[in-house]
């Protein structure tokens, strides 16, 4: 299908640019030290792989809540990097084929990765690649065969490889012993109070003296992603009427509005 | 087969506007104030989905006690929409099918949407689409790991999507973690005595005297699909001679003959 | 094979009234008033769906132990309805049919019936057709989906559908949603003392002082199939002689011979 | 193989009298009131088949523990019943078939039957038949379904069938609803001390002092078929020498040699 | 492959001598008096099967702990019967063969055996045949059904057939009803303290004065397979430089080199 | 792929000693007495095959935690034997095969291996040959059986065979009794203080000064790859700039930067 067409214009060099910022739709934000530091660490890990000799093969796991901006991160690595082979593994391409298809691709990328001196591949929301349920419990045992594997097989002389994964259920990936398969392990958290006022003064929707009231009705730690979707929302009003005058600054986002949504969005 | 002949008639652009009728076959009563704040909000999500860029995909996922009327809404929400793509997913339509051939007929759907700028995609009894039933538990996994991706998937540029879906299962579908791959999640009640009493008042089969005490006799909620049955039933007398004597307003119903039908219906 | 064959005579139009005899073999005797009064229940429905526009589509569950007259009832229903199209379907006339088959004969019955304006489809023992054994539990979980969406699927406009099912599991059936899913639920009892009596009066085979002696004997409720089981047994003598004699009333059956009965068949 | 040749003589028309003397090897020995009555019952159920209008259809389940005798029983039932149709269903005629082809077979043999005015089925060892394993525990739910349609399916006019079953673990049977689908069950003992005692007198090779002891040293019931067993062995002597002169009666069975054997059949 | 095809020369006829041969590398070695009284009653069984016409079958299972000699034992009662057929069927001859061929491979030996007059068939380490594994536990239902039927199948008229079966699972074949159908069931045991010293002063590897320490340092049973394999490692010294010497009793092992192998061993 | 290639280069003779040296990037660093006397073990064994006429079979399983050195240590046996057949069974040889296929595979290494007159085969990271996954728990039992065959199968005269297994999960292989079939178990362990700090002080990229501290802060056991990991991450610096000028001895590890390191790896 669509998606599909797009990541398979340059299949043998990974994935566009193009293809990579659709995995940040709503761009970087700034959201405090905590990401910014987790980024860092990212990009070193990037610098290992591209200078030492010695470790021809780095993996790291990003896991955190759903929406906490796991994806994004990645994809934003993968940019930023200017490795010639960046590559997503995402279940989205992937609708509907059986097991041996998905780890067929897998493999296939895996094994183009290693053709290029410098290389990223991105396991994305690897319970889904996984067709994982908690019921049961049921997964894909061939895919997770695979990836237990390829996390781990060394590239052969001259090639570099880092493989960045994501997931919300790391506890998942840890009874499968994936999670420990990976060399390093990174949390990527949902806003605390501070980050979510620092984000939500950033979209500048709210009027200065309800800013304090909206941040006080977010009682919990909240993911980016899902922040950013009752934000907008809000800004669309009742009826859709106020998005435009909102979005020019020319009004501000109705407190009442915007408690509506939250119990909505939080249920 | 016949239904499924009839859905096909305009496969690229969705149901027509009959088909979607077929899922509220005795209309749309006035039911009180819950329902009527349910279908607002449903619409708010419409609009958010027409006119918001930063949202081009939003989901929302109906869900009560059997016969509470989730189909009906989410059919009333797709008319009056008036997107040109509206499309109603219903186990009714794949009787007998392989998981495979669901599968692929589900995203051969949603395929289909994002290929008009706006578009419904409704997901009718998703319990029924996944095959579950409690003993075991069993369900189709692939019809599952198939909804997790579609339901998260960003439309390309331009394109917008609104999926709706229906079940009275929803403790189920939140061990699966699908409902909470949903942005919204409302809850479609039975009614109570007051919404109750206001229904059968409309269908004017009862004698004023009795109007207390009929309601009376129903001493839980009442879905509403379940409380037209028994209306209707009652509403036959013994022999199916009643009928159109009551419909006429020559008759009216007899209590005794309408709590013999509660017991067979409220077992 | 022959029973099939039997059936298959007027496919499009459902079983004849012949086939549906044999599913009474024993005929319908006088059980007392709640077997009259289910009855008169049964036949309610069948002038609901001929005559009233909003219930196109309506279904009965009969449940009750082993031997109780279920699939009889169903098939006095199916004859006096006089509709034009009454269809059993039986897992005898589907021996050793693989699951998809079993789906498929089930699912071109139902699209047969509504092409006909009025139709009564019978599911007899229901546990059968979804190949129910306790150990697991195991069960077809195909033909249960099927069975789940045709049972609820509202006929085409100006066609109506009555559909009665038979089971002695019906806990089973409510545990797979399957109960709920049919509106009414009918239970078809065994027979108490006074019903045995009047059964075991009518067959005429006991001296009158033995009579009450024979009813006492039998301390537990008793399903008709059964009963009628061993007083044919005990109407036998030991070696076959008294068959013939007792049936031209010149003989009574032995006391002794029918304890002896009471205990095989009893165990 | 050669066991399904000479079954397959005259397929038609079951079993020929040969055939059904290869499952009584030891022919039947007289073992006491028990064993006789048992037998008795069995034939009065063939004249009821045979005489009997309202009962074209019987079934009867021989169970009992191991070696007990059930086989060469079900065997001479149908070798005295002279009807036109005797077949045994054995799982030693269908080892390594598929559960699909076991079924078939099985049906088949009953359409046969009902082409025969006057058939007995032998349903052998219907635990191997159904492939059952206690662990797990495991079986084959197709032929079982077959199995529970079949017992109870009604022939068409004017042809009678008896359906005998064997089995040593009715309570197997029980938890799969099969034993209950059998009109009457009936259980064939493992001999007790005096009935030991008839069948070892009978068999002449032990000195007249020493039957008591040998008896005595037996303290638990023993089936039939292990009795015969150990005899057999503690006649061959230690190393096969005295097994003539035994069988002569020119020698008697040493009691430590006996007790030897005991203990190695006797684990 | 290769072992196969030795076993292959002569498949109407079973194994040859030499191929019995291999199931007993190390020889028989005298290992007191519990082993020489198995092998005695073994070898009655075989005279049995020769001689009795009423035990046309006869049944023997060889139980005990791994590597307590249970296949030497088995192929030696085949060497020393002198019977014309004597085929051993083992996993090493099925490596990677499916469910199915495996049950066709042992039916078709069975079938086999019994047309030659006398005839043995050795079951050798049942579990592999089974495919055993205690977590699930998973076996092959397919190869136990046809193990539990030919283990009790009467061979034709004139044919004489002893099966010998081999596990060091017993309580697992008893769990599946398997144990139970072998008529004889004797154990195979690892050896105690003086048995030991037998086969170690048969080796004649030990100086006198250590003899009696190394018996000392195994404190609990020993299987004879583990006993000469330790004795073997402890024969080559570190280095592998003792080995020919003390063959040709020019040294003595040395007794700390022989409690590290023990430690290696019998971890 | 490319791994395959690398290894199918001399198929019928095992790996080349290229292939081998893959398995210890790193190489055989000094790491203490334990490690020590592991190496001499297995080279006993070599010896042991290569020499003794009675043992032409040997298994050996190297257990211990992941990353502890067992396969660089299997490769080092295979290497030093001089052995003419050396072959490396690895999963990564087999990714997305079929359980058929591995199992093919694993058994023609073995065909192979005893036709040459000494051979290893190394068992690399049995529970990944498995497939073996701790959820249900999974694995192929196809695979399991065939290596619990192909271990303990003698090989033809005049063949020898080692065979070495490694594993992480060792009380896994015990519960399927496939530890138990190896001859000799050995442990490979993670390294105590003492070896660490051989390990490390050999490294040289500490301040003599800062040694001690960095040993204090590793407060477990840590495996030899482990360390070697987080090493080179430290030796790396924060953006990639201190690691040539480390590797030159011309700058030392950032004590801090080697905390944070530790932080990210054990987590
Ligand atoms: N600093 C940031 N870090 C990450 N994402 C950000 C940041 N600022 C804004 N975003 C936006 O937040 C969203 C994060 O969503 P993303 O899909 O990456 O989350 P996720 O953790 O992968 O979710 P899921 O668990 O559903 O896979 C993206 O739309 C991204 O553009
Ligand atoms: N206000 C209302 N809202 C919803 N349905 C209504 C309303 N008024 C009348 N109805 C009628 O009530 C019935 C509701 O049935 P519907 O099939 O929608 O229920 P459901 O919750 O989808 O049931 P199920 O759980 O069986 O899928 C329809 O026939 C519809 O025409
Ligand atoms: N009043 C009656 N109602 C029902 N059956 C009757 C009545 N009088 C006589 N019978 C006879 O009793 C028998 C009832 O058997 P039927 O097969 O209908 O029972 P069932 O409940 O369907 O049994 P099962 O649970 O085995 O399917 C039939 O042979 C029927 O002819
Ligand atoms: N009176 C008797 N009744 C039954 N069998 C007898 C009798 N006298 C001798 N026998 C012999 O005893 C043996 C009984 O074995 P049979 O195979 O019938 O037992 P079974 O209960 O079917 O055993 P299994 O449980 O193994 O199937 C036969 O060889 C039969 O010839
Ligand atoms: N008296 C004896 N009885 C049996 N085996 C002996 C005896 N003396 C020496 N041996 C040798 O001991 C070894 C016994 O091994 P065998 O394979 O028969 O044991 P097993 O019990 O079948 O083992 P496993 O449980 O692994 O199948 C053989 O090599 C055999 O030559
Ligand atoms: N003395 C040593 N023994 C073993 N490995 C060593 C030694 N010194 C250095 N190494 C290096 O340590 C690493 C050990 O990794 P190896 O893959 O052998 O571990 P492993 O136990 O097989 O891990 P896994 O459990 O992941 O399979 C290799 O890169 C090897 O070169
Ligand atoms: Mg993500
Ligand atoms: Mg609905
Ligand atoms: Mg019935
Ligand atoms: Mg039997
Ligand atoms: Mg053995
Ligand atoms: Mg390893």
């Known amino acids: 299908d669509f998606l599909q067409a797009l990541q398979e214009v ?17 761009g970087m934000l700034e959201c405090g030290e905590r990401h910014r530091h987790l980024k860092a660490t990212c990009m070193t890990l990037v610098e290992q792989v591209r200078k030492s000799s010695k470790t021809p093969l780095l ?44 780890s067929n691709m897998i493999s296939k ?16 929301d690897i319970e889904r690649l996984l067709e994982y349920v908690a019921i049961g419990p049921r997964f894909s ?12 097989r ?6 570099k490889l880092l493989v960045v994964g994501t997931t919300s259920r790391s506890e998942v990936l840890e009874s499968m012993d994936l999670a420990q398969a990976f060399n390093v392990n990174l949390n990527v958290p ?5 980050e979510i006022k620092q984000v939500m003064a950033g979209q500048n929707i709210f ?26 929302m809000a800004a669309q009003g009742e009826e859709g009427e106020d998005a435009d005058l909102i979005r020019q600054g020319a009004k501000k986002v109705d407190l009442n509005r915007f408690y509506d949504c939250l119990q909505q969005v939080f249920v």
């Not at 690595?77 to 609708?95: I, Q, Y």
């Open 10 to 26: 340059k299949p043998a060099f990974g994935a566009s640019a193009d293809t990579l910022e659709r995995y940040r739709l709503n």
């Open 59 to 102: 993996s790291c796991l990003l896991e955190g809540p759903s929406g906490s901006g796991k994806t994004a991160l990645a994809a934003t690595v993968g940019l930023e990097s200017e490795f010639p082979f960046v590559k997503v593994l995402s279940a989205e391409t992937m609708v509907g084929l059986s097991e041996v298809s998905k």
């Open 109 to 124: 990328v895996f094994d183009d990765a290693v053709k290029s001196p410098l290389s990223i591949v991105v396991l994305d």
């Open 141 to 152: 045992n061939l895919v997770l065969q695979t990836l237990l594997v390829l996390i781990k």
């Open 154 to 159: 060394t590239p052969p002389e001259g090639r």
């Open 190 to 194: 949902a806003l605390k109070q501070d």
């Open 207 to 232: 009027a200065p003296h309800d800013l304090d009231r909206a941040v006080a009705a977010l009682d919990q730690e909240v993911p980016i992603k899902r922040l950013l979707m009752v934000l907008e």
